[in-house]
């Protein structure tokens, strides 16, 4: 629809990391049993990706599934298949105890590129972002100084962060300053 | 004359001139000098005037114990006070001047006060400033505000040009320190594989040791430290970082680490200081020793310094404090001081040794030297005010008559060492007397445990009490080997290297010289001159009964301030214990609090400021709203409009105009912040049920109902429409502020005690943008937009549909929290600002009119709709409000409900609420009480209610107000007083209905 207007209209800057809003991303809130066969079968089959292990991230091209809590999973899409994907699981999962929530409009989603990508997010969450520790198949569910944040490595040198619309323009201008030229840790 | 040597001073480059100024005079440096070196190396002795007595003040240190050398650096925007010119690099164009005189460093008035020092003993401003009481604001505390403190604060509304930020770092070992100790503790660990992180607050490595030497391995320190360094950079898991302290180790093994990036090249990009958030599995403290001053009269004189600081001076920057420089000691550490003076061409007049039988094989060189020694002697007295001329030698064991008078420019003063035992301490490790040695050292059975019982922080070398570089290389070996293995790494490390070091001869505790001395030496003998204690303040204090060393620091004023008593702590207490009689491990020494020395406050905001201070919550609609005239309202971290002013307009006008317009025809709400949760499952209504006061499991499906929702103490905690989604889903809308709090309580209650119940609930407050679209045409331009049908047949007044409206998938809802005909719109968030324009676009024709806050709430309250915030503050319970209607009676049980029930909860006393309007017209104060006959115990007038809502009503032209009075439902038409301000002036207010609108709701309901 050519009225969609995400929170910060697709900003970007270029600093010690690429950092991007993205223009606009499909996300679907799960919560249900993980233990119960039919209800990871019903996920996974309409998601078409593996159920993810704790603080997984399995993203496989325009689809992902994030581990978020024991009881919740976040799937991601394209922005137009939220509604669709969003059906097509209540019905796969009718019956079951579960709630399917389309929440591509709650959020902003960012993407950071380049080498210091590991030392800009450890500048505003409480993360081992070491090599050893954190990699890409993984999520985490944080914060980014003041505001809830989750993210995952999209390569070993590239990361997506997603955070609540409304303190978008906060995150950007975080990952702005965290990634201000002169500012390499060299830690990481 | 303090001067730069022609030779030596490894750490200044002499190719490269610095310019810098102090106290407005210009003077060069070199690279690599710090501002003490550099204004020493320019004979500027003198630095500040001392706290109390504004006495003249030298350097004694020359690193972060240093209590003397604060400078306000910077000018402008750059200014920074209480800086240590011993731990400050020198850069090209620094500027510093000296604190706490006035008018000048050289002739300071303030300086009388030395001449009254007999009089501002310990205690004097308590004693002296009790009475009368009103004078210690309008006399005493100006007048000690101007005479005594630091460094000068920057002008209020200077802004800091520069950036902070924090690190987050996960490591196995940290280790602080980067002398020999913690580069062997480094070095072992990283060999056995553990990811270590080696820090040093300096720029340089290697600590002491490489001023004082010593063979390691075979090699010189020099090349020892050198060698390791290689070593240590060619390990991956190894990472080095000077100018990088270790503030202050807290539980968890939690580590705050101070990084200072660009104060020596202020020109540099990126941030200035950076704050490492540490987090290690096991931390090393090797943070050496600091020397201890010997207290003899007139040792606070410029020109007597630390032993350690004077060698220090002259190897590392090539700087001679003086010419002839008096070494005196209880230890054979200091003769190193005298034997590097005499090597670099200077006059050693004397050691002045306090032990009777002297030093060991350091003092026979120091006699092969030709240097005078005297054993069992001390300083008596030192002649000189702004710089040392001669000292009066004694007989240590005596009271102070002179011996012989010595000549000299300098005094090197050894009082033995102390380990900084500050980090080990600061999250509980605790402490042991070392007899011998005479200092507390860390007790390796008391460390700072975590949550596994298990000691997380070790100490090496002298910090470990370990003063002797052999001794001190074995135990970082150890340490470093043991702490990686608690981590977890499980390779072998190599040998740990070897020294070969003279011997020396045990010390002897000094604690006063001589041990005899007479009131008046005692009286200039300084303890503490940061804070101008001296050892007659503290004996002082014994004798008018403090014991406790906590009470006697606060008293005196011992050790606190910007050094917290590095330099004085061991004396003073020491000093303490002997008053009182007992041993000094009774006494005692004072808690090590976390920073190590002080630091930013820029570090420790971090990021947070400028447009990042905090972060601004924004609709989907908030660029409109700041484009158009919007006066912003915080609510929580959201900023709402309060009203859209226009242009010529002020901001009381616009509320009156919005409430008009909205009333006659057309207005538009942003009511996007309001909380959305949904609720889902099997055993949702139940929740539901529990949740709310009133029963929401008999909703049906396509309705609304207004719920309230209490804490379990029965207090009104939040309000709003929840409407019926499907069989098993449930959309509560909540307050705006209360989105988070809501989710988190319900989730609270699911997650902890009613886990086996099948519900599952979501916040979607932010996937939709909502528009209430309020008045008589609020209809009409619904229609315009084409789509849904949203006639009062097919939308009635408290139900939902999901339809489409101009295109755009919507969900409508006939709520009104106006009293005119409503619906709120919500739709996808990312479409909420074109929604948001098409209805501006289809509303013209009905002068649409976009209102903020004020008019959502003048609205509500001329409906005599409640406010959560303004009626309630957390301590109203429904049935205040006459909200019985919303309690349901048929429930066995919601959150509240028993509370409700108890005594004075049905108190009939309780104030309740009523409406209220002023006889005259006249808007009441906010928050004003209502008055009753007599006073309490308290000499307080009595009350018999309070104001929680009031508001010039524009639809009614007068004043309107909601407020809470005893038995006021039953009181309706009664007049009774409210109280200004000001306590005297009443306002006369009638009892009325909270409804003051429409009360029989027709308008709503068209």
Not at chain 1, 44 to 65: C, F, H, K, Y
Not at chain 2, 857 to 866: L, Q, S, V, Y
């Amino acid at each position: 629809m050519s009225d969609l207007a995400t929170a910060l209209d697709g900003a970007s800057f270029d600093g010690l990391v690429k950092v991007e809003e993205l223009h606009a991303q499909g996300m679907i809130t799960l919560r249900g049993d993980f233990g119960d066969p039919g209800f990871v079968t019903a996920v996974t089959g309409v998601a078409e990706v593996s159920m993810p292990g704790q603080r997984g991230a399995i993203v496989d091209g325009r689809r992902g599934l994030l581990w978020m809590s024991p009881d919740e999973l976040l799937l991601l899409c394209t922005y137009a298949e939220a509604p669709i994907l969003a059906a097509k699981l209540d019905a796969a999962l009718a019956g079951q105890h579960c709630l399917v929530a389309n929440v591509s409009d709650a959020r902003a989603c960012f993407t950071l590129n380049g080498a210091y990508t590991r030392e800009v997010l450890a500048k505003l969450a409480p993360v081992d972002m070491s090599r050893d520790s954190f990699g890409p198949g993984e999520v985490r569910r944080t914060r980014l100084a003041q505001v809830a944040a989750a993210f995952w490595l999209t390569s070993d040198d590239g990361a997506q962060i997603v955070c609540f619309r409304s303190v978008a323009e906060y995150v950007f201008n975080l990952l702005k300053a965290a990634s201000a030229p002169g500012s390499e840790v060299d830690f990481l | 004359m303090s001067t730069r040597l022609a030779k030596a001073g490894r750490l200044i480059d002499r190719s490269k001139t610095v310019n810098f100024s102090f106290d407005g005079k210009r003077f060069t440096g070199h690279q690599g000098d710090t501002l003490a070196s550099a204004l020493l190396a320019n004979n500027q002795m003198m630095v500040g005037r001392s706290f109390k007595y504004h006495r003249p003040r030298g350097i004694v240190a020359s690193g972060a114990e240093e209590p003397n050398a604060l400078v306000n650096l910077g000018t402008d925007t750059h200014h920074e006070p209480n800086q240590r010119a011993t731990t400050t690099e020198l850069f090209d164009g620094l500027t510093a001047t000296p604190q706490n005189v006035w008018p000048s460093l050289d002739f300071d008035i303030g300086a009388v006060n030395s001449y009254a020092s007999r009089l501002l003993t310990a205690g004097f401003y308590y004693k002296m400033f009790m009475y009368p009481r009103a004078f210690w604001k309008h006399v005493y505390e100006p007048f000690i505000r101007q005479s005594a403190g630091l460094g000068k604060a920057p002008a209020p509304e200077t802004r800091d040009p520069d950036t902070y930020e924090h690190f987050y770092a996960f490591v196995d070992v940290l280790v602080i320190g980067g002398g020999v100790a913690g580069l062997q503790a480094a070095k072992t660990a990283g060999e056995t594989g553990a990811k270590v992180l080696l820090i040093e607050q300096t720029p340089d490595w290697g600590g002491r040791t490489m001023v004082d030497g010593g063979e390691i391995d075979g090699m010189s320190a020099e090349d020892w430290v050198k060698a390791t360094l290689q070593t240590l950079e060619n390990m991956s898991n190894v990472t080095l970082r000077t100018r990088l302290m270790g503030a202050g180790v807290y539980d968890h093994g939690y580590v705050l680490g101070y990084e200072r990036l660009t104060d020596h090249a202020p020109n540099a990009q990126g941030p200035r200081h950076r704050l490492w958030r540490i987090r290690a599995k096991q931390t090393i403290t090797a943070t050496g020793a600091i020397e201890r001053p010997l207290s003899f009269a007139g040792n606070d004189v410029p020109g007597v310094m630390l032993a350690s600081a004077v060698r220090d001076y002259a190897v590392n920057y090539g700087v001679s404090l003086g010419d002839r420089t008096v070494v005196v000691t209880n230890n054979d550490d200091a003769y190193r001081t005298a034997i590097t003076l005499k090597k670099a061409g200077l006059d050693v007049p004397m050691i002045v040794d306090a032990r009777d039988a002297g030093g060991g094989t350091l003092m026979d060189e120091a006699l092969a030297l030709g240097i005078r020694v005297e054993t069992g002697c001390g300083i008596a007295k030192l002649h000189g005010k702004k710089r040392v001329t001669s000292v009066d030698i004694c007989k240590q064991a005596g009271e102070g008559a002179m011996l012989w008078n010595v000549e000299c420019d300098a005094v090197a003063m050894s009082g033995g060492w102390s380990p900084v035992v500050h980090l080990w301490s600061h999250c509980g490790g605790k402490l042991t007397w070392d007899e011998t040695q005479a200092f507390f050292r860390p007790d390796p059975t008391r460390a700072p445990k975590g949550d596994d019982g298990n000691a997380f922080v070790q100490v090496a070398g002298s910090a470990n009490g370990e003063m002797h570089l052999s001794n001190i290389l074995q135990d970082a070996g150890n340490v470093g080997e043991i702490s990686a293995k608690v981590a977890g790494a499980t390779g072998s490390a190599s040998a740990i290297s070897v020294a070969n070091v003279q011997s020396e001869a045990p010390m002897q505790p000094v604690w006063l010289m001589p041990q005899g001395a007479r009131y008046g030496l005692r009286l200039k003998a300084w303890l503490d001159f940061q804070n101008d204690v001296k050892v007659s303040d503290v004996q002082l204090a014994a004798h008018e009964g403090y014991e406790s060393v906590e009470h006697t620091k606060r008293y005196t004023t011992l050790g606190m301030a910007t050094d917290q008593g590095k330099l004085s702590n061991i004396n003073g207490l020491a000093t303490l214990s002997n008053a009182l009689g007992e041993d000094i491990p009774q006494v005692g020494t004072t808690t090590f609090r976390p920073p190590y020395t002080p630091i930013s406050m820029g570090a420790i905001a971090g990021e947070a400021r400028g447009e990042i201070f905090q972060p601004i919550r924004k609709t989907p609609m908030h660029d409109w709203h700041e484009t158009n005239g919007a006066h912003w309202e915080p609510v929580g971290h959201w900023r709402r409009p309060y009203a859209f002013v226009k242009t010529g307009e002020t901001v009381k006008q616009a509320v009156h105009r919005e409430v008009l317009a909205t009333r006659n025809s057309l207005g538009l709400l942003d009511a996007s912040t309001l909380g959305k949760v949904i609720v889902k499952g099997p055993d949702a209504g139940k929740f539901m049920d529990m949740m709310y006061t009133n029963m929401m499991s008999n909703l049906k499906v396509g309705k609304c109902r207004y719920g309230l929702m209490c804490s379990e103490n029965g207090f009104l905690s939040d309000d709003g429409v929840v409407a019926r989604i499907d069989d098993d889903t449930w959309l509560c809308h909540t307050t705006t502020g209360g989105a988070d709090r809501i989710h988190a309580h319900m989730e609270e209650w699911l997650q902890t005690e009613w886990w086996d119940w099948k519900v599952y609930t979501a916040n979607i407050t932010e996937q939709l943008a909502q528009v209430a679209v309020v008045g008589p045409n609020a209809r009409k331009v619904l229609e315009k937009l084409g789509g849904m049908d949203v006639s009062k047949e097919a939308l009635p007044f408290m139900e939902w549909r999901d339809g489409e409206l101009a295109g755009f998938p919507v969900r409508a809802y006939r709520i009104s929290f106006s009293g005119e005909l409503s619906y709120e719109i919500a739709v996808p968030a990312n479409l909420g600002r074109a929604f948001w324009d098409k209805l501006l676009e289809a509303g013209a024709e009905f002068d649409v009119t976009p209102y903020g806050t004020e008019c959502l709430h003048i609205m509500r309250a001329e409906k005599g709709f409640i406010m959560i915030g303004d009626e309630t503050d957390g301590t109203i319970i429904p049935q205040d409000l006459g909200l019985n209607w919303a309690i349901s009676k048929k429930k066995e049980d919601f959150l509240g409900k028993r509370a409700q029930q108890r005594s004075h909860m049905t108190d009939p006393k309780r104030w309740k609420l009523v409406g209220l309007e002023t006889v005259d017209g006249s808007v009441l104060p906010d928050g004003a009480y209502a008055v009753a006959e007599g006073s309490n115990a308290n000499g307080q007038r009595n009350t018999q209610g309070r104001v929680t809502s009031t508001y010039h009503s524009p639809t009614l032209d007068k004043g309107i107000a909601m407020g809470l009075v005893l038995n006021g439902p039953d009181r309706m038409g009664e007049v009774i007083d409210f109280a200004e301000a000001d306590g005297e002036t009443m306002i006369k207010a009638k009892i009325v209905s909270p409804v003051f609108y429409d009360p029989e709701g027709e308008k709503q309901n068209v």
